[in-house]
Every structure is written in structure tokens, then in C-alpha cells.
């Protein structure tokens, strides 16, 4: 039998309309506009996502092996560096910023050129363009790579079915560096645009992958050129594989509430942009608390079934990556949550939440941005992953970095 292309149940995105819109270009920088007031908020200090009922829990970076993923770390890096090797020197002035530039922290999910920075892929060579996607693939799983891919392709569909061309495309996207490309000292890259955000940090011989955003609209494609393309599929189902193995007790628990169509929330869970998530663009910062169902609740099958969840979105990053990070997970299974919001059924809509000192993952269903529906549906997915307490962007490994090598003389040796 051969797999249904879109999620069962939920309505044919073809059936809407463009929503017709003042245009905000995706290319020509433009000012952000009353929409976006509580979404950028100060970034600095950086402290990192908090949670405020788990003050004590031991940092995650103390678990970490040491040089635990050497061997990918090297990849990366010199993928990096075949990078730079394609780029003009004014090209490498534009892409590159300090590995503690704000500019790390100002990413955003929406497609207008807001903030945005480095070097729009758009404007590349295609051998400089190819570079820059052999080290998205050095640092993503193989699913995780065709799924961001994917995702700029529909963006360029996206640009195509709705005449809005200016927006929406496959390539304008921004990427930039931090740091010098090194394996002995800390550096990383970024890649920003509609409904793609990575962000992947090497130092110490270990790979960050966080704060990491996927989505789309629409998220399956049946006819054209990228029939058969389906996006967030799995995080969909692993959601709903999780919610359906609780029984009505537990289930009871987890939800906060039982619908997310727009009668049925306040204002604050409304947002155009960020919807019920809190640790989108700008999010840095934010404390959190657990909220819903504790993982020491669960049965020892559901307990597999929520960290094959976290699986699911740990899985984004490279095989090696993943494994040094879920067995972080599973170390702190029993401080983990998970809040559920909506309808459990295929089609939804629902939103769900996991929360742990080691991880933090949100799915959404949205309203239309590009198309006029009104209510959420599966057929706009926005997904996230962070790392809080100072993981995101590698923070807490970089500081401890300083802390063991000396750079007062410009050099990199081992404090005495």
C-alpha cells in the first residue's frame, strides 16, 4: 500500500484562497510593524530559557562526554571552511560576526526581511550556494536535511501559487557565520528565513543543534512538480502516537484545553505568528514552568513512547548528535512534561509541548498566513526545539570553554 500523502482528515489546502495582504518583502529589508511588538523583545543578557520549578537540576552540560562528537564536529567544520573558500573577501566580511554577536539571537520564522543578516543565498553562485547546502547536509541527519530542504522548496511553490513572488521563494534565505570555522576553538552557523531556522554550533568536540525551527504552509504536496513532498509529518503523528497511549486519566492531565479554534482561546494564545508557542524568535530568555503531564507518571511503554517523541525531533541532527542528546533525555526523564492542547484526532488542530532541563519541543497548528483560512489546520505546521539553562546556540559549552583555555595572548592553551 502506498502512503497517503497528507495528513488523514484534513482539509485540501488547494480549497483556500490566497489571503490577499499588504506585501512585506522577503528580500528588501522592512521595519517590523505593530504584529511583531511582543515578539522581539531584549535579548541581552543572554540567561537562557528557565524553568522555575526545576532550579536545582543538574546542568546538562556537566553530563556531557568528553570530545562526544569529535568525529562529526570535524565535518562540519571543514565543510565550513570549503565555504569560505568560495566566498570574495567582501562576501566573508558580510557573512562573518563575533561568536557573541546579538545578531546570533535575531533570528525569525515569518518570511519579511526583518532583522535579518549575513548573506542571502539568492545573491550566491550556484558553486557557493552548493557549499552552503553540503553543510547543512554535514550538519543534519539525512531526514532532517531533506525536510529542511523540502521546506524551501514549498516556500518557492508557495511563492508561485500565490503570485507573491516578492515573499515567498526557495532561496531567500540568510546565512551567516560566527566565529572562525575551528575545531579547537568555538565557532558556528546560522541559516534564517520563512519557516526555517537552524542554528548549529561545534566547540570542544561537541555539535549544538539549538534553538532549531521547522514548518510550512502548506505541508503536503499532491500534483506539480513536488508531488509527493510531505513536511512535518512525523512530528504530527508523534504527538498524537504519545497523546493516544495515555488513558482518559492521564489524558485528563496533559490537556490544558480541549480546542485551539479561535472561539475557544484568549487573546494570548492567538498570536498570527507565534501561536501557542513560547519559545519562538526572541525567546531566548523566557521561564517556563511544567505544566501538564510528568513523565514519572507514565508506564514504562509510555515512557518509550514520549522519548521516541523526543527522538523525532532530536532525529533533525546528525545520527551521533542525536544519540549524545537522547540519552540526556532519558537521564532526565522523570523531571520531563508534556502539555497537549486541542483535539486528539489525525487532523487536529492541536498543539503539544515537551518540557525538560534537557529539551524543549513545541508543535503547532496555525491559521492561514499565506492562505485565507481562518482556523488552524494541519495544513500549517510551525515545530521547535531548544536547549534550556544556556544550551541554546552552545552558550554553556562555549562559557566552559573559556574556563579551561587561556586566550589573554591571542593564543589557545590550558589554564595553569
Given at each position: 500500500m502506498s502512503h497517503q500523502v497528507g495528513i488523514p482528515g484534513a482539509p485540501d489546502w488547494t480549497t483556500f484562497a490566497p489571503r490577499v495582504v499588504e506585501p512585506r518583502s522577503a528580500r528588501k529589508v522592512v521595519e517590523p510593524g505593530p504584529m511583531y511588538d511582543d515578539i522581539i523583545r531584549p535579548?541581552?543578557?543572554?540567561?537562557?530559557m528557565q524553568l522555575s520549578d526545576l532550579p536545582d537540576a543538574r546542568p546538562a552540560v556537566e553530563l556531557l562526554p568528553e570530545n562526544?562528537?569529535?568525529?562529526?564536529?570535524?565535518?562540519?567544520?571543514?565543510?565550513?571552511?570549503d565555504v569560505l573558500a568560495e566566498l570574495t573577501t567582501e562576501q566573508r566580511q558580510r557573512v562573518t560576526h563575533e561568536t557573541d554577536a546579538v545578531e546570533w539571537q535575531q533570528w525569525l520564522n515569518s518570511h519579511p526581511n526583518i532583522l535579518r543578516h549575513g548573506l542571502i543565498l539568492e545573491d550566491l553562485t550556484e558553486g557557493q550556494r552548493g557549499r552552503v547546502i553540503a553543510l547543512m547536509r554535514e550538519s543534519l541527519s539525512e531526514a532532517g536535511f531533506t525536510q529542511a530542504r523540502d521546506i524551501m522548496r514549498i516556500n518557492g511553490l508557495l511563492g508561485e501559487i500565490t503570485g507573491r513572488a516578492e515573499e515567498f521563494g526557495e532561496w531567500p534565505y540568510f546565512f551567516s557565520l560566527f566565529g572562525d570555522p575551528s575545531i579547537d576553538e568555538p565557532w558556528g552557523w546560522q541559516l534564517d528565513g520563512h519557516h526555517l531556522d537552524l542554528n548549529v554550533v561545534?566547540?570542544?568536540?561537541?555539535?549544538?543543534?539549538t534553538p532549531a525551527f521547522m514548518g510550512s504552509e502548506p505541508c503536503a504536496i499532491r500534483t506539480g512538480p513536488l508531488a509527493g513532498t510531505e513536511v512535518m509529518r512525523a512530528e504530527h503523528e508523534a504527538g498524537l502516537r504519545f497523546m493516544r497511549s495515555l488513558d482518559p486519566a492521564a489524558a485528563a492531565i496533559a490537556t490544558a484545553r480541549s480546542s485551539i479554534l479561535t472561539a475557544d482561546l484568549p487573546s494570548e494564545l492567538l498570536?498570527?505568528?507565534?501561536?501557542?508557542a513560547l519559545g519562538g524568535p526572541f525567546g531566548d530568555n523566557i521561564v517556563l514552568s511544567s505544566e501538564g503531564l510528568p513523565a514519572s507518571d507514565l508506564s514504562p511503554a509510555q515512557r518509550t513512547l514520549l522519548l521516541e517523541l523526543i527522538s523525532t525531533y532530536l532525529g533533525w541532527s546528525p545520527d551521533s548528535t542525536a544519540a549524545i542528546r537522547r540519552a540526556l533525555c532519558a537521564e532526565?526523564?522523570?523531571?520531563?512534561?508534556?502539555?497537549?492542547?486541542?483535539?486528539?484526532?489525525?487532523?487536529?488542530?492541536?498543539f503539544y509541548r515537551v518540557l525538560s532541563p534537557a529539551v524543549m519541543i513545541e508543535f503547532d497548528h496555525h491559521a492561514g498566513t499565506a492562505f485565507d483560512n481562518p482556523e488552524p489546520t494541519a495544513n500549517h505546521i510551525h515545530s521547535l526545539v531548544r536547549t534550556p539553562r544556556k544550551g541554546d546556540y552552545g552558550v554553556d559549552l562555549i562559557q566552559r570553554h573559556y574556563e579551561r583555555?587561556?586566550?589573554?595572548?591571542?593564543?589557545?592553551?590550558?589554564?595553569?
Amino acid at each position: 500500500m502506498s502512503h497517503q500523502v497528507g495528513i488523514p482528515g484534513a482539509p485540501d489546502w488547494t480549497t483556500f484562497a490566497p489571503r490577499v495582504v499588504e506585501p512585506r518583502s522577503a528580500r528588501k529589508v522592512v521595519e517590523p510593524g505593530p504584529m511583531y511588538d511582543d515578539i522581539i523583545r531584549p535579548l541581552r543578557p543572554f540567561t537562557g530559557m528557565q524553568l522555575s520549578d526545576l532550579p536545582d537540576a543538574r546542568p546538562a552540560v556537566e553530563l556531557l562526554p568528553e570530545n562526544g562528537d569529535l568525529d562529526r564536529a570535524k565535518t562540519i567544520t571543514a565543510a565550513a571552511q570549503d565555504v569560505l573558500a568560495e566566498l570574495t573577501t567582501e562576501q566573508r566580511q558580510r557573512v562573518t560576526h563575533e561568536t557573541d554577536a546579538v545578531e546570533w539571537q535575531q533570528w525569525l520564522n515569518s518570511h519579511p526581511n526583518i532583522l535579518r543578516h549575513g548573506l542571502i543565498l539568492e545573491d550566491l553562485t550556484e558553486g557557493q550556494r552548493g557549499r552552503v547546502i553540503a553543510l547543512m547536509r554535514e550538519s543534519l541527519s539525512e531526514a532532517g536535511f531533506t525536510q529542511a530542504r523540502d521546506i524551501m522548496r514549498i516556500n518557492g511553490l508557495l511563492g508561485e501559487i500565490t503570485g507573491r513572488a516578492e515573499e515567498f521563494g526557495e532561496w531567500p534565505y540568510f546565512f551567516s557565520l560566527f566565529g572562525d570555522p575551528s575545531i579547537d576553538e568555538p565557532w558556528g552557523w546560522q541559516l534564517d528565513g520563512h519557516h526555517l531556522d537552524l542554528n548549529v554550533v561545534v566547540v570542544d568536540g561537541h555539535v549544538v543543534t539549538t534553538p532549531a525551527f521547522m514548518g510550512s504552509e502548506p505541508c503536503a504536496i499532491r500534483t506539480g512538480p513536488l508531488a509527493g513532498t510531505e513536511v512535518m509529518r512525523a512530528e504530527h503523528e508523534a504527538g498524537l502516537r504519545f497523546m493516544r497511549s495515555l488513558d482518559p486519566a492521564a489524558a485528563a492531565i496533559a490537556t490544558a484545553r480541549s480546542s485551539i479554534l479561535t472561539a475557544d482561546l484568549p487573546s494570548e494564545l492567538l498570536h498570527p505568528i507565534s501561536g501557542r508557542a513560547l519559545g519562538g524568535p526572541f525567546g531566548d530568555n523566557i521561564v517556563l514552568s511544567s505544566e501538564g503531564l510528568p513523565a514519572s507518571d507514565l508506564s514504562p511503554a509510555q515512557r518509550t513512547l514520549l522519548l521516541e517523541l523526543i527522538s523525532t525531533y532530536l532525529g533533525w541532527s546528525p545520527d551521533s548528535t542525536a544519540a549524545i542528546r537522547r540519552a540526556l533525555c532519558a537521564e532526565y526523564l522523570d523531571e520531563t512534561s508534556f502539555l497537549w492542547m486541542g483535539r486528539v484526532s489525525d487532523a487536529g488542530p492541536f498543539f503539544y509541548r515537551v518540557l525538560s532541563p534537557a529539551v524543549m519541543i513545541e508543535f503547532d497548528h496555525h491559521a492561514g498566513t499565506a492562505f485565507d483560512n481562518p482556523e488552524p489546520t494541519a495544513n500549517h505546521i510551525h515545530s521547535l526545539v531548544r536547549t534550556p539553562r544556556k544550551g541554546d546556540y552552545g552558550v554553556d559549552l562555549i562559557q566552559r570553554h573559556y574556563e579551561r583555555f587561556d586566550h589573554s595572548s591571542g593564543g589557545h592553551r590550558p589554564w595553569t
